[in-house]
Structure formats: structure tokens, C-alpha cells
């Protein structure tokens, strides 16, 4: 819907600037790999140290009263050359004949008097405006510029024939310094000006329009005049003046820069231009002086379509409004623009008015404008920005009698929302909304034109977009820039969204599932917001992957994380945490099967080592060392009984009571057997540790016997941990029969350990060769001990 406002909007700028621009674009062709500035330097000459490949060469501002041949020509490569705001008072054109791709030449604002001529064919921009010319510089060689465009020239006085070397060119803009012009009173002159498209004059600033010259020209589209000064006596001279120059049936466009006049005078003005063929009149930096009073205006067929006047300065201080406003408001024309002036109210038509487009900008209207009015039937665009507006409500009621409204900007000024609890009343015609730099909240979703297609909110003071808003089933475009959203709104209120402006907003954690609401989603701007980097984003730094780079404007530069502080200025699209470390239920689904592994594992080396036999063992142990403490101190002291505590297997009781126990009491070596030293009423754990204890050694009959015998490892086990308790070395191994590894159960590892660490000795099976066997166990008891009898005793 825009685009189709877009002819008439544009329609309303100076053409003339086209022409400006196509005509002096020249200077900015070339880029600026090789220009030099030397402005405002202070400089006297032109320096003699300027690279040779200079191609722009900016000179202005400064103290220059002279040039040379020798300045110029060893830049042979310059195109671009300024020299305006200098004191040079002659130009010899000939000090450019080394520069022949020179094509910009920029020497007004000088002290200029003489031109000397020499052939010069590149120029297409040479300005000797506001000069001290006494006649217009004119050289016969400008006949040959045939790609010029620009041509500014000073003058004191006029010839009709001054131009005619240039007749036959062409030019898009003739710049006219006229403001030293001086003739006698009652005399005329003229000038011709064959074909020009654009005109510009410029007066003396401060003296009264006395200017009395016919100035013909033909094909002439823009007119520009600049400081004029009026009143009722000269406003007849300036109409005469005008008379020539609007004569042509091409003039377009007319624009008056700097004028000061009388309310009558300005509406004769218009009054003159409104039958001419005049269609785009602008009026910038307007003084209104003396009074304001009630004049008769016709308003006759016209081919003017927009009128456009900014800033005006009012320095009449009482005046009836209504004959200031009602000249404007009954323009039979379609576009008006009046901005930055002090205008308080603007009348509605009486009849129904051409308007289409109104732009009132920088003024200031208040709530009440346009009220009830009925006769803008026509207007298809309002701009009120910068005003006094105040209340949204009345601005909606201002549009009820404006069916053609499209457009309406109402930016840049105190709005506020939900002020009045019945329903907003809008024209349903509007699509393109702009309700920018106001003071709106969320409450303003609740107040919008239904089939707006554009909306923008941006600078307000909305923090989120309220679930139950109108459905603005047809909007496509929404800025809410700059306000102190927290999310992302969705797309269920705006079904057709598809441009989303959201950036500088308070958004932290945006909805990951907004590309699917939004699935109409062509451009979306939300960069430069506080992103917090935790598991909340990352399915939305997701859903972005899967979105078109042209989508997401500003990715990846402008979207940083700003919490926590580890991650602050991270780009999202380096931001990355785990699965794991965010899915709650798969995080807790993945401690659960590890400890779930954990238990089994653990559970089957418990089953595999025997560890509750081993957890028996320790708690049995624990247990009789925490009775021990309870003995008095004195008691204490560690008493040996015996020698040896002797642990086998019952199946190898024969042997050690046949061969074992006879030999070591023959040695007077006293021995501790379970059968007749266990202490009844003890526990059997409790008396194998009180045995081993009271022995000096424990010595272990090792058989396969031993081996399936689970006694015999509960006194292998107490008697091993002794050793380490105690720190002493008291385990004699005798290996009756040879065990093979294999047979050891893995629950006897100490067993295992044990065979593997330290020396045994194997009862011998020829008898030749236990004399060896004898002889070691005698050495193993080879220190005088000193025994304690269970009466208290002494032996050695």
C-alpha cells in the first residue's frame, strides 16, 4: 500500500533537485582514492607538493589572490578543482590549458573583476558566481562547452545579448548573482536566456525588490529566486518582474528562498502565480511583517498541485486568524505543506476540499484539529508530527469523516492510550499508521485502525503486547523499536505480520517458537537487545538456524548475549550449551541410568569379590576392637600366650596332629588350637581373634581344604589385617598340597595375594627332605619370648 502513495509523496519534492544533482554529479564520479582537501588551511598559494595523481582538489576557505600556469600544470590528471571563499581578483583561463580532463571549477565567492578567455572544451560545472563582474563573464570560447551543465555568474549589470555565445548550449542550472545589480530608476534592461532548465537568482539580501529586468528564457522548468524583500509599494515591481519569467508554458516548478513581505503582498502573490502553469510553488524561510488582515482571494482554476512553505517567521503579533487560515485551508489543490511555523490551528474547508495531501509538521496544533470536520473527503495523507497532540482517542475520532485516509503520521508528539474505556473510533480506510516518539503504552493495541497494513510504534513506552488486542488480521509491517518489550509478540493477533522491527527493546529470552507463529516472516530486525545466554534462548539461537540469513536483519553483529556476565558480548550465533546440561527430564533420565549402572556394577563386583563377606569380616573386627577399648588401660599392654595360633582345615587335622603339634611342643614351643584354647560362650570370631592375638605367629596349614574351608579364612583374613595393624611379621604359610590358582575362589583374593607375595614352606613328600622342612620352622621361632600363663605366670 506504500508503494502506491508513493507517486504523489514524491511528486511533491523540488523536481529542481533533480536537475541540481544531475548536473554537478561530476565531482562525487570519481571517488575519493585520489582527493585532497586543502580547505580552510590558511593558505596564500597553491602548495607546490600536491601528489601528480590528484583528481579532486578542494582549495576553499582560504587566502589564495592569485593562480599560475606553474600551479596547475603538473596536475595533469585533476577533475574536481574548489576554489571558492579566496581573494583572487584575475582569472587567466589559460593557467588551465595543462588540465585538460578539468570538468568541475568552483570559483565563486571571490573578489573576481576580469576574465581573460582561452579555448577550454572540458568544463561541465564552472561557477564564477558572487564575483565583482561588472558585466556577466562571458567568453566566446564558452560556445565550445557543449557538456556543460552549470554555469554561475555575477553581474552589476545586463545586456540582452550577453548570453548569445551560449545560446545554442543546453544547461541544466544557470546560478545568477544579481545581488550587486544597480540601475538608474525608470530605465529597463533585459537578457535572454535561450535554453536553460533551471533558473536561479539571487538578490541583495537587505534592500527592497527594485529590480527592473525583463529576463526571457526559454524551456525553462525550475525557477529559483532568493532574498526577496516586499511591501505593499514594490509588490507590484516583483509581480512585473515575475510576469516574463512565468510566461513560458514549461515552468514547473517555482521556489522563493529568504523572503520577507506583507500579508497582502504574499496573497497577491499567489493570487498571480494561480492561473500560471506553475504546478509545484515553495516558499522556504518566509517573514510575514505589518499586519495580517482579511484578504479577498479567487480561487480560479489552477494547474498548481502542491504548495510547500517551511518556516515561517510571524512578527505580526495581532491578527485574525481566520484570515490567515482560511486563505490555505480553501486552496483548491492537492497537496499542502506547511511546516515549522508558529500556526496554532488550521480551519476546516467549508465545501468539500481537493486535498489529498496535508503535511503539517512542526507546528503547534493541538487535539482539537480538524475536529468534526466533514469536507477532507479527498485527503489520502495527514502529517501532524511534531505538534501538540495529546490524546489517541481524539485523533481517531479526527479521521471518522476522512473515508479516503490512507496515510497518517501523527510522530514526535505527547500521545497517550486509554485515557476513555469505550472503544476507539477509527476510519477503516487507513493502512499506513505512524504513531512514533509518543507516550504509549500496551493499552495502545487496543486502539488501532482495524485494516491497518503498516504500523509504526517505535520510541513509546510499551513493555508487551496484551493477549486479547484487536485482530489486525491485515497488518504486515510493525516497528516497535525502542520501547521495553521482553519477548517477541507473536503472530496470533497479526496473521499477515511479515516485517518486524523489534530491536533496542528489554528482550532476554524470545520465544523459540516465534518463526513457527509467524510463518509469513520475510524480514525481522531485533538486534541490540539484552540477550541472557541460558538454556531459554538456546532453541530460539536454533530456530534461527533454519531461517534465511536475508531474514534475520543485523545477525549475526548485533545480537550479543549481556547475561551472564561470562558470556557478555558473545555473539548467539558462537553461544552453545548441551542437551544435557538444559533438558531437565533427559538430564535426570541420564543420572538415573547412570546410577542405575553405577548400583549394578557395583552389586556384581560386590557378588564377584565376596564384599559382604568382606563387610561381615570388618564389622566383627570393629566390634571386639571397640570392646577392647573398654578395658582398662593397664590391661591394655599386648600379653602373648602363646607361641602359635595354628589355622587348618578339619580334613587336614591328622597331619597336624601327628606331625605338626608333636614336633613344635617337642621344641617347647606352646600352640593355640581352636579345639581346646576356644574360650566357651565366645563367639568363633571372637575367639580367633583373641587366639590370634595372644600368639606370637599364626601359621596356616594351606591345602585345597584350606581352601574350601570358610573358617579358615575368616583366620586368614584377621591374621593378615593383624599384620598390618600391629606392623609386625607374624604369618607362617605351610602349603601341605600345591593349590592350583584356578581353585582359589575369586573371593579369596587375599589368599591369592598372599601365595603371591610372600615365602611359604611346602611339606616335603620325601621324608629325605624334611629335616630342611624342621630346620625353617625352627628359625621362624627363633626369639626368646617371654609367655603370659592365663594365671599371670611367667614362662620362657
Same mark, same amino acid.
Given at each position: ?23 554537478? =554529479? ?18 596564500? @598559494? ?22 599560475? *600556469? ?9 577533475? *574536481?578543482? =574548489? ?9 587567466? #583561463? ?10 568541475? #571549477? ?17 568544463? =561541465?560545472?564552472?561557477?564564477?558566481? +558572487? ?36 545560446? @545554442? ?33 539571487? +538578490? ?12 526571457? *528564457? ?22 512585473? +518582474? ?61 494547474? &498548481? ?114 485515557? @476513555? ?10 493502512? $499506513? &499508521? ?102 531459554? !534462548?538456546?532453541?530460539? $539461537? ?9 531474514? &534475520? ?43 542405575? *549402572? ?17 563387610? =561381615? ?18 590391661? &591394655? ?5 602363646? @607361641? ?15 606331625? !605338626? ?39 596356616? $596349614? ?60 611346602? /611339606? ?9 622342612? /624342621? ?22
Amino acid at each position: 500500500m506504500t508503494k502506491d502513495k508513493e507517486p504523489i509523496v514524491k511528486s511533491f519534492h523540488f523536481v529542481c533537485l533533480m536537475i541540481i544533482i544531475v548536473g554537478t =554529479r561530476i565531482h562525487f564520479s570519481d571517488g575519493n582514492e585520489f582527493a585532497v582537501d586543502k580547505s580552510k588551511r590558511g593558505l596564500i @598559494h597553491v602548495p607546490k607538493d600536491l601528489p601528480l595523481k590528484t583528481k579532486v582538489l578542494d582549495m576553499s576557505q582560504n587566502y589564495i589572490a592569485e593562480l599560475q *600556469v606553474s600551479d596547475m600544470s603538473f596536475l595533469s590528471e585533476l577533475k *574536481v578543482l =574548489r576554489l571558492s571563499h579566496n581573494r583572487i581578483q584575475l582569472l587567466d #583561463l589559460s593557467v588551465f590549458k595543462f588540465n585538460q580532463d578539468l570538468e568541475y #571549477l568552483d570559483l565563486s565567492h571571490n573578489q573576481l573583476q576580469k576574465i581573460s578567455c582561452h579555448p577550454i572544451v572540458s568544463f =561541465r560545472h564552472l561557477d564564477l558566481s +558572487f564575483n565583482d563582474f561588472k558585466a556577466l563573464p562571458i567568453c566566446k570560447e564558452f560556445g565550445n562547452l557543449s557538456q556543460l551543465n552549470f554555469l554561475g555568474l555575477s553581474a552589476m549589470k545586463l545586456q540582452k545579448l550577453d548570453l548569445l555565445p551560449i545560446a @545554442h548550449l543546453h544547461l541544466s542550472y544557470i546560478l545568477l548573482d544579481l545581488r550587486n545589480y544597480y540601475i538608474k530608476e525608470n530605465e529597463t534592461e533585459s537578457l535572454q536566456i535561450l535554453n536553460a532548465k533551471t533558473l536561479h537568482l539571487v +538578490f541583495h539580501p537587505t534592500s527592497l525588490f527594485a529590480i527592473q529586468v525583463n529576463i526571457s *528564457v526559454n524551456t525553462l522548468g525550475c525557477l529559483q529566486l532568493t532574498n526577496i524583500k516586499l511591501n505593499d509599494d514594490n509588490c507590484q515591481v516583483f509581480i512585473k +518582474f515575475l510576469s516574463e519569467l512565468t510566461r513560458g508554458p514549461t515552468l514547473l516548478n517555482f521556489t522563493l528562498n529568504h523572503i520577507e513581505t506583507t500579508w497582502k503582498c504574499l496573497v497577491r502573490v499567489f493570487q498571480f502565480l494561480w492561473p500560471k502553469p506553475v504546478e509545484y510553488l515553495n516558499i522556504y524561510n518566509l517573514t510575514i511583517i505589518e499586519s495580517i488582515h482579511e484578504e479577498e482571494f479567487t480561487y480560479s482554476k489552477t494547474t &498548481l498541485k502542491a504548495l510547500k512553505i517551511e518556516h515561517i517567521t510571524n512578527k505580526v503579533f495581532l491578527f485574525s486568524q481566520t484570515a490567515l487560515y482560511t486563505v490555505f485551508s480553501e486552496m483548491n489543490i492537492m497537496m499542502l505543506t506547511i511546516s515549522d511555523t508558529p500556526f496554532i490551528h488550521m480551519l476546516c474547508p467549508h465545501a468539500p476540499s481537493t486535498f489529498k495531501f496535508l503535511n503539517f509538521t512542526q507546528n503547534v496544533f493541538t487535539d482539537s484539529i480538524f475536529e468534526k470536520c466533514s469536507t477532507l473527503v479527498k485527503l489520502e495523507t495527514l502529517i501532524l508530527q511534531k505538534n501538540g497532540l495529546k490524546d489517541l482517542f481524539k485523533v481517531g475520532l479526527m479521521t471518522k469523516d476522512m473515508p479516503s485516509l490512507e496515510i497518517l503520521d501523527v510522530s514526535w508528539n505527547s500521545l497517550e492510550s486509554g485515557r @476513555h474505556k469505550e472503544n476507539c473510533t477509527w476510519v477503516e480506510s487507513i493502512v $499506513v &499508521l505512524n504513531l512514533s516518539s509518543n507516550m504509549l503504552t500496551d493499552s495502545v493495541f487496543r486502539c488501532l485502525p482495524p485494516r491497518i497494513k503498516v504500523l509504526d510504534l517505535h520510541s513509546n513506552k510499551i513493555k508487551s503486547v496484551p493477549k486479547q488486542v484487536i485482530k489486525l488480521k491485515a497488518l504486515q509491517e510493525l516497528n516497535v523499536a525502542f520501547n521495553s518489550l521482553t519477548d517477541l509478540p507473536g503472530c496470533g493477533s497479526f496473521s499477515s505480520l511479515s516485517v518486524l522491527i523489534i530491536d533496542h527493546n528489554s528482550v532476554s529470552h524470545p520465544s523459540a517458537d516465534f518463526f513457527q507463529s509467524c510463518q509469513k516472516m520475510r524480514s525481522i530486525k531485533a538486534g541490540d537487545n539484552p540477550f541472557q545466554c541460558t538454556c531459554e !534462548l538456546r532453541q530460539f $539461537v536454533k530456530s534461527i538456524d533454519q531461517v534465511s540469513s536475508e531474514v &534475520l536483519e543485523g545477525w549475526p553483529d548485533s545480537y550479543k548475549c549481556d547475561y551472564p556476565e561470562s558470556y557478555r558480548g558473545t555473539p548467539l550465533k558462537d553461544f552453545h550449551m548441551s542437551e544435557l546440561s538444559c533438558n531437565i527430564t533427559l538430564l535426570i533420565i541420564t543420572i538415573g541410568a547412570t546410577m542405575l *549402572v553405577l548400583a549394578v556394577t557395583v552389586t556384581s563386583l560386590c557378588i564377584y569379590l565376596d564384599l559382604p563377606w568382606y563387610l =561381615r569380616m570388618v564389622c566383627q573386627w570393629t566390634q571386639t576392637r571397640r570392646r577392647a577399648r573398654n578395658i582398662p588401660l593397664e590391661e &591394655l599392654q599386648r600379653n602373648l600366650q602363646f @607361641h602359635a595360633f595354628i589355622s587348618y582345615s578339619e580334613h587336614d587335622s591328622a597331619w597336624v596332629k601327628t606331625e !605338626l603339634v608333636p614336633y613344635l611342643e617337642k621344641e617347647d614351643i606352646q600352640i593355640c588350637l581352636h579345639e581346646r584354647n576356644f574360650v566357651p560362650g565366645k563367639s568363633i570370631v571372637e575367639n580367633i581373634i583373641n587366639c590370634i592375638e595372644k600368639s606370637y605367629k599364626s601359621i596356616f $596349614v594351606l591345602s585345597p581344604n584350606f581352601v574350601q574351608s570358610e573358617w579358615c579364612h575368616y583366620e586368614l583374613y584377621f591374621a593378615h589385617h593383624n599384620l598390618f595393624h600391629e606392623g609386625s611379621n607374624n604369618l607362617i604359610l605351610i602349603l601341605l598340597e600345591p593349590i592350583p590358582q584356578n581353585s582359589i575362589p575369586n573371593k579369596y583374593h587375599k589368599l591369592k595375594a598372599l601365595m603371591m607375595q610372600r615365602t611359604y614352606l611346602q /611339606w616335603p613328600k620325601e621324608k629325605s627332605k624334611r629335616g630342611l622342612f /624342621w630346620a625353617n620352622i625352627r628359625a621362624a621361632f627363633n626369639m626368646k619370648l617371654t609367655l603370659v600363663t592365663e594365671n599371670n605366670d611367667v614362662k620362657s
